[in-house]
């Protein structure tokens, strides 16, 4: 587990982005099953997440014409209980933090693991995402 003080302003530049926060196993299930589109956000300490993964990600909401429904996130290492449900709604894709996947309906649809946001602008992972979002999201 990652200390709070490390973790807490990393949760923040998401939640205070518009992202509700997951962190147990019963939020994720509840959250996963929703109508509509939903994108979670696996976010991790590392260097990735911090110069890529997360401005990326607000950048493609904030900046789409579709967005998702519901916008979520759980922490690697400190929201453990919630990262594990969440694996295993992402499975067969193996652990990954950071990670950004995109669910339909219930349904994994696309998905971003750490080697896809790793030494990529986050300009590039918000186009990505952005074009994700016109193909599933109303």
């Known amino acids: 587990m990652y200390p709070a003080e490390i973790v807490l302003p990393m949760k923040a530049e998401l939640t205070e982005g518009g992202f509700d926060e997951m962190v147990t196993a ?4 509840s959250t996963l099953k929703k109508q509509g589109t ?3 956000v696996v976010n991790s ?4 997440a911090a110069g890529t993964c ?6 493609a ?21 919630a990262v594990n449900k969440v694996r295993e709604h992402l499975l067969p894709y193996p652990p990954s ?11 994994l ?3 971003v693991e750490r080697h896809q946001i790793e030494g990529r ?13 016109d193909k599933y999201c109303n």
Do not use: W, Y
């Open 54 to 59: 997360r401005p990326g990600v607000l950048m």
């Open 45 to 48: 300490v590392c260097g990735c």
């Open 61 to 81: 909401v904030h900046n789409a014409t579709k967005k998702p429904d519901n916008l979520v996130t759980s922490f690697a290492g400190f929201d453990v209980e």
């Open 38 to 40: 939903t994108l979670v």
């Open 109 to 111: 649809v696309s998905m």
């Open 26 to 29: 019963d939020e994720v299930d």
């Open 121 to 133: 602008p986050a300009q590039v992972i918000a186009q990505h995402l952005i074009s994700e979002f």
């Open 97 to 107: 933090s950071p990670a950004i996947a995109l669910f339909k309906d219930g349904q």
